[in-house]
């Protein structure tokens, strides 16, 4: 279920930076419009993603329900890191990005 937790994390973490106020205060720079749209994407694809993976690994049932709380857990993270350390949570963003889609597929495997 780490892997539907980073997931899922990571696809919270685009959408948060798909909105302007964030992207800037973050990443220091103004976005273009290419890349709200991409960060918008790419984290509902993440949190699809975290969804089809809990479903195949757990059932409708149980997935479900871990699914929820493990994103209810990720955003409560980054809602109250924010204000405190908001370049951790970047870091882990990234490293949330390249080891979920990594542990997924090993849990898949088995």
């Known amino acids: 279920m780490l892997s539907v937790a980073l997931l899922g994390y990571a696809g919270f973490a685009a959408l948060c930076l798909a909105m302007e106020k964030h992207f800037k205060e973050l990443l220091k720079h103004s976005p273009r419009g290419v890349h709200l749209r991409s960060l918008r994407w790419a984290g509902w694809a993440l949190l699809l993603a975290s969804l089809v993976l809990a479903v195949h690994l757990r059932g409708w049932a149980h997935g479900l329900v871990e699914w929820i ?42």
């Open 69 to 110: 709380a493990l994103l209810m857990a990720g955003v409560t993270l980054w809602v109250f890191m924010l204000p405190y350390r908001p370049r951790w949570l970047l870091g882990l963003a990234a490293v949330s990005v390249v080891l979920g889609p990594l542990l997924g597929l090993a849990s898949l495997m088995r």
